[in-house]
């Protein structure tokens, strides 16, 4: 496709439920991005893969978290046992390889009520 | 520990009007920064960047300044148009990759017809 995409736009999880936010980047995009935003504030990185391989995972913020890309291309992150304090716009974001400025998605909003 | 910081949480200018939006780090190793724009339920989407070796960028209506002395940068727009009402976000790169990005907290711009 033509720019970064994810689904779901929204997402409502119930306490305690399991959810998965997709991915997917510009084609041929090499290096992929997640991002947590939280309400008026700037995005927060949350971890990084270079094609199927996940080289920092350091901004995950508990083993709750954990994010996949198995063939290099759609990736998946996956938040466990939801939390009120999960609730945030999560972002992806690819660029064609690192050092070179990274083009975002729309984001996914996660309400956990 | 903050060390993109956008302390301006809004402003407001005249259509034609210059917009000044300030940044201040505090890593004086960061060696490139990027300015994004964000519209509602939009992501991020890249303005320009500068690199820490210049004082100065310019791209049409967008020039970003650079003070490395007083750790502090601005993006100005000139003339402001109403469609550059948006959230702005001075950004990092942590580590070696431009997609890493440490964000500030944003700057709400409305420029007002």
């Known amino acids: 496709g033509a720019g970064v995409s994810q689904s779901p736009r929204y997402k409502v999880a119930k306490r305690g439920q399991d959810v998965a936010l997709r991915c997917d980047p510009i084609?041929?995009?090499?290096?992929l991005f997640w991002y947590q935003q939280a309400l008026g504030q700037g995005p927060e990185f949350l971890t990084y893969?270079?094609?199927?391989?996940?080289?920092?995972k350091s901004g995950l913020p508990s083993d709750r978290f954990f994010a996949e890309r198995p063939e290099g291309s759609v990736s998946t992150l996956k938040i466990q046992r939801t939390q009120q304090e999960d609730s945030a716009v999560y972002l992806c974001?690819?660029?064609?390889?690192?050092?070179?400025?990274?083009?975002f998605g729309q984001g996914t909003r996660l309400t956990v009520v | 520990d903050q060390q993109v910081k956008q302390n301006s949480p809004s402003l407001s200018v005249q259509e034609g009007r210059i917009s000044i939006l300030n940044c201040d780090y505090t890593?004086?190793?960061?060696?490139?920064f990027l300015w994004y724009k964000k519209y509602p339920a939009e992501g991020p989407t890249f303005l320009i960047s500068?690199?820490?070796?210049?004082d100065k960028n310019e791209d049409g209506r967008f020039t970003v300044f650079l003070n490395k002395s007083a750790k502090h940068l601005s993006l100005h727009i000139v003339p402001s148009q109403p469609g550059d009402s948006a959230v702005y976000f001075c950004?990092?790169?942590?580590?070696?990759?431009?997609?890493?990005?440490?964000f500030g907290k944003g700057t709400k711009l409305s420029v007002k017809p």
């Open positions: 974001a690819s660029s064609t390889r690192p050092l070179k400025e990274a083009f």
């Open positions: 084609s041929g995009h090499v290096s």
């Open positions: 893969f270079q094609n199927e391989a996940q080289l920092d």
């Open positions: 890593n004086s190793m960061f060696d490139y």
């Open positions: 500068i690199s820490s070796i210049k």
């Open positions: 950004a990092a790169p942590r580590g070696g990759s431009q997609g890493n990005l440490i």
